[in-house]
């Protein structure tokens, strides 16, 4: 019988962008340990993954999903082309896409009321936190986009509204397989949200 490694889940004491910091040393400490070289890091306007380029090494890849284009205004993006073009030039993947559990059903459930499957999910996901089911969904659509391996651990990094405050060790599966998701460890979360 192999021992797994001991872990313990960091806890915070509300949620949000006060946090930003210890999640990002968390993720990065948890990465070197379990020798993860794959971060999925959501940024709406990239302030998080340019705090995130001051402390990683340089082996690690970094994809950021942000916000679809016309998410917050149509035709507009939150994350600036000034910052993306920063962001690739340090090498950082950038995913610009409809989320995972929203699209077409958050459409439906907007002009006809109702609620569909993949938000049943979200919702589920955020019993834990905002920031989990964030980083969970990120994962899959990265995966799906992809910028990280299939079959591989990875830190996936989420917040509440700003900033991050939850991180966790995932192993994504692709949106059609979405239930063979695992899981492995949650490195950090709010204990209010």
């Known amino acids: ?6 872990f313990v889940t960091f806890y915070f004491n509300r949620a949000g962008s006060v946090n930003t910091a210890t999640t990002l040393k968390l993720a990065l400490t ?19 993954i340019l ?9 690690i890849n970094i994809v950021c999903v942000t916000h679809q284009s016309g998410f917050a205004r149509p035709g507009k993006s939150e994350l600036s082309a000034s910052t993306e073009k920063q962001l690739r030039a340090h090498g950082i993947s ?5 989320h995972l559990f929203a699209g077409v059903n958050r459409a439906l459930r907007l002009k006809f009321g109702g609620v569909a499957p993949p938000e049943i999910i979200a919702h589920t996901y955020r019993t834990l936190g905002e920031g989990l089911k964030v980083a969970v969904e990120i994962s899959v659509m990265a995966l799906d986009a992809g910028l990280i391996p299939y079959g591989n651990d990875v830190i996936s990094i989420g917040g509440t509204s700003r900033g991050a405050d939850t991180a966790i060790v995932i192993q994504p599966a692709h949106s059609h397989q979405f239930f063979e998701t695992r899981i492995k460890q949650i490195i950090c979360k709010p ?3």
Not at 1 to 6: C, D, E, I, L, V
Not at 94 to 98: D, F, P, S
């Open 191 to 193: 204990l209010l949200f």
């Open 30 to 48: 948890s990465a070197t340990n379990l020798k993860i070289r794959h971060l999925i890091v959501a940024s709406t306007t990239g302030r998080t």
């Open 51 to 59: 705090q995130l380029l001051k402390m990683a090494p340089p082996k």
């Open 94 to 98: 950038v995913l610009r896409t409809t």
């Open 1 to 6: 019988m192999t021992k797994s490694p001991p």
